[in-house]
């Protein structure tokens, strides 16, 4: 097989000249295909069935043990100009970088399959979408790819009538860390990684294309391509509001992206719509507002801590067509994490018989799970609306144990984006290093942007101009802690009450109070009708530390050195606004119930 576009063709030859596979395989897509690479790699080893009562056409695969997450400190963007790459990328230059991957490409395909994926991220006919073809050697990353991008013969299509697409070259190699790259080629749009077969590494689709290279491809084009999930807001109303919210991994995206209502909101008719829980990509349309998609067409999502209790919604598609990676399972196979329930798993993610006296964890800290978004509960049509969803609020988040209240709102697009470039969160399992650091992550895109962070944050302000209408932004931090580490806010369903407040100041319909870090609600402000928090508890979420900000401010200040000469004066110029704020305010600004009736909706 082969496709009706030359430089397809020939840019496929080429792969294959230098590395030597037995076949090819081009990627149709089709089910007949997709339980025949499933039947391989099952006679392989490479998949294991799970129970086929409790999670049919559910599979296991076990990563090597060296090879079980991103590798931030061998992941390279490559321009020509080392500026341009920026301190928040590993740089080499292009030349150099080819030389050094091709030469493990050499012949590594040998006694193996290479599959030819052509894919869209996004809806197949939208505008908005992106094609590319991933060349890889892994019939895994084939399975995974299958589940989130549209793969297969539309996608091919498409790229033949459009004549351009992203090159991405994967093959798992040995394995060996030493030998172990994955490298982006923004003026080329093209991917290269070698030696790993971590989905975050392997599936060209997902972070590399959708992030890196899509970031870059969105400065030339006027577009975002953001680290974001997508949840739609459903009021009694029947009115729908989108919403975009970023966090570092493994801090709750895919939960809040499929966020069950409390009791008392559900009976009053509150809903909530997935679009997307990972990478979202906003473009200005016709009527000025921004118009987002989400490129991907299923979850990879961190399974540890997923629950009945967490994320109903995510525990109820995985028990059907679901892949799994790196969990533990039961002695009657069914897939296990810790977080999931009170068994005792009967063999641990290496397949080793677990022993709970050991204290090691039985499923990998950062296992995941593979499945299409179709099987999610709260899975809406929308997410394949080739216009994309209308974008109310943009929210920046993460882990922080002290200072960040609840929710902050900004007092406009400049202090927005200043509040997404100096976010600052907990390092997690889903990046080598580490746990448990505070870092700065902006917009949570620092292991993903594809270019220099002062020229991205340029590039979000130069949406504030005459014809868009842009969201408001918000910070959120569902994570403050008191000072025996208790969490302060219960978060999961009741993240709602903030989110309905959120919209609620995107329409004009609640109250807030200025700050010098921004507009917070007072108490009265959220709706916390049936909710058992301790008043205490509630100052706290929403008080402003002047003191503490203050230090912020500074540390906001050297963060920002750390990207110059091309800080944006904007940027800087609302940095020194929030430090002369501050500077005027002294000791705590606690929350006050408010003395006037809210005209926020109530669920009740």
């Not at 598609?317 to 196979?333: K, Q, S």
């Not at 920046?396 to 997404?420: K, M, N, Q, S, Y």
């Not at 976010?423 to 505070?438: D, I, L, Q």
């Not at 050297?558 to 305010?585: I, K, T």
């Given at each position: 097989m082969s496709s009706s576009l030359p430089a397809l063709d020939q840019w496929v030859a080429e792969v294959a000249r230098l590395t030597s596979p037995d076949r090819i395989h081009w990627c149709d897509g089709s089910d007949a295909e997709a339980r025949e690479l499933t039947r391989q790699m099952l006679d392989s080893g490479e998949l294991i069935a799970l129970n086929p009562d409790s999670h049919p056409d559910c599979h296991l695969h076990r990563s090597d043990p060296d090879d079980v997450a991103r590798v931030e400190h061998l992941t390279f963007v490559c321009t020509p100009q080392r500026e341009d790459a920026g301190p928040n990328n590993h740089w080499l230059e292009p030349a150099q970088a080819h030389a050094r991957i091709d030469a493990l490409f050499a012949g590594c395909m040998r006694g193996r399959t290479l599959y030819v994926v052509p894919y869209c991220m996004g809806p197949i006919d939208s505008p908005l979408a992106r094609c590319g073809v991933e060349i890889t050697d892994s019939a895994y990353v084939v399975a995974n790819m299958r589940k989130m991008t549209r793969m297969g013969a539309p996608a091919l299509a498409r790229i033949e009538r459009e004549g351009h697409f992203v090159k991405g070259l994967h093959?798992?190699?040995?394995?060996?860390?030493?030998?172990?790259?994955?490298?982006?080629?923004?003026?080329?749009?093209?991917?290269?990684?070698?030696?790993?077969?971590?989905?975050?590494?392997?599936?060209?689709?997902?972070?590399?294309?959708?992030?890196?290279?899509?970031?870059?491809?969105?400065?030339?084009?006027?577009?975002?391509?953001?680290?974001?999930?997508?949840?739609?807001?459903?009021?009694?109303?029947?009115?729908?509001?989108?919403?975009?919210?970023?966090?570092?991994?493994?801090?709750?995206?895919?939960?809040?992206?499929?966020?069950?209502?409390?009791?008392?909101?559900?009976?009053?008719?509150?809903?909530?719509?997935?679009?997307?829980?990972?990478?979202?990509?906003?473009?200005?349309?016709?009527?000025?507002?921004?118009w987002a998609i989400n490129p991907e067409a299923g979850f990879f999502g961190v399974a540890p801590g997923t629950s009945q209790g967490t994320n109903r919604n995510a525990l109820a598609?995985?028990?059907?067509?679901?892949?799994?990676?790196?969990?533990?399972?039961?002695?009657?196979?069914q897939p296990w994490w810790e977080g999931l329930d009170d068994r005792v798993p009967a063999l641990d993610w290496q397949g080793r018989p677990y022993d709970r006296a050991s204290g090691t964890p039985a499923a990998h800290p950062n296992?995941?799970?593979?499945?299409?978004m179709h099987n999610c509960p709260s899975y809406t049509d929308e997410a394949e609306n080739p216009a994309g969803v209308?974008?109310?609020?943009?929210?920046?988040?993460?882990?922080?144990?002290?200072?960040?209240?609840?929710?902050?709102?900004?007092?406009?697009?400049?202090?927005?984006?200043?509040?997404?470039?100096?976010?600052?969160?907990?390092?997690?399992?889903?990046?080598?290093?580490?746990?448990?650091?505070?870092?700065r992550d902006p917009m949570a895109m620092k292991p993903f942007c594809g270019y220099h962070f002062g020229d991205y944050w340029a590039h979000w302000l130069s949406f504030d101009r005459p014809g868009v209408t842009l969201p408001k932004i918000f910070q959120v931090n569902w994570f403050r802690r008191d000072d025996d580490g208790r969490f302060l806010w219960p978060g999961f369903g009741e993240n709602l009450r903030v989110l309905e407040w959120i919209i609620a100041r995107c329409r004009g319909q609640a109250g807030a109070r200025d700050t010098a870090i921004g507009r917070l609600p007072d108490q009265d402000d959220l709706n916390l009708d049936g909710l058992d928090l301790d008043a205490a508890d509630l100052q706290?979420?929403?008080?402003?530390?002047?003191?503490?900000?203050?230090?912020?401010?500074?540390?906001?200040?050297?963060?920002?050195?750390?990207?110059?000469?091309?800080?944006?004066?904007?940027?800087?110029?609302?940095?020194?606004?929030?430090?002369?704020?501050?500077?005027?305010?002294?000791?705590?600004?606690?929350?006050e119930p408010t003395t006037t009736p809210t005209t926020a909706p109530s669920p009740a």
């Open positions: 093959s798992t190699g040995e394995l060996d860390p030493e030998r172990r790259y994955i490298m982006h080629f923004p003026h080329e749009l093209t991917i290269k990684s070698y030696g790993s077969g971590y989905g975050g590494n392997a599936l060209l689709g997902k972070k590399c294309h959708a992030l890196r290279i899509a970031s870059w491809q969105a400065r030339q084009e006027g577009w975002l391509a953001e680290h974001m999930l997508i949840v739609g807001i459903q009021n009694p109303q029947g009115d729908i509001h989108y919403i975009a919210a970023a966090f570092p991994s493994a801090c709750g995206k895919t939960n809040l992206a499929m966020l069950i209502p409390p009791e008392s909101y559900r009976q009053a008719g509150w809903k909530v719509w997935t679009v997307g829980d990972d990478i979202c990509w906003m473009q200005p349309g016709a009527d000025g507002r921004l598609m995985l028990d059907r067509d679901a892949l799994f990676t790196n969990v533990a399972v039961t002695g009657d196979n296992s995941r799970f593979t499945v299409s209308p974008i109310s609020a943009i929210v920046f988040g993460g882990r922080r144990r002290h200072l960040a209240p609840l929710v902050v709102e900004a007092c406009d697009w400049t202090h927005g984006v200043l509040i997404g470039a100096s976010m600052a969160s907990e390092t997690t399992a889903a990046a080598t290093g580490k746990v448990g650091v505070v870092r706290a979420l929403l008080a402003v530390d002047a003191d503490g900000w203050r230090e912020e401010a500074e540390a906001i200040a050297r963060h920002l050195d750390g990207f110059q000469p091309r800080v944006p004066p904007a940027l800087l110029h609302e940095r020194e606004r929030l430090a002369q704020a501050l500077a005027a305010s002294t000791g705590t600004v606690a929350a």
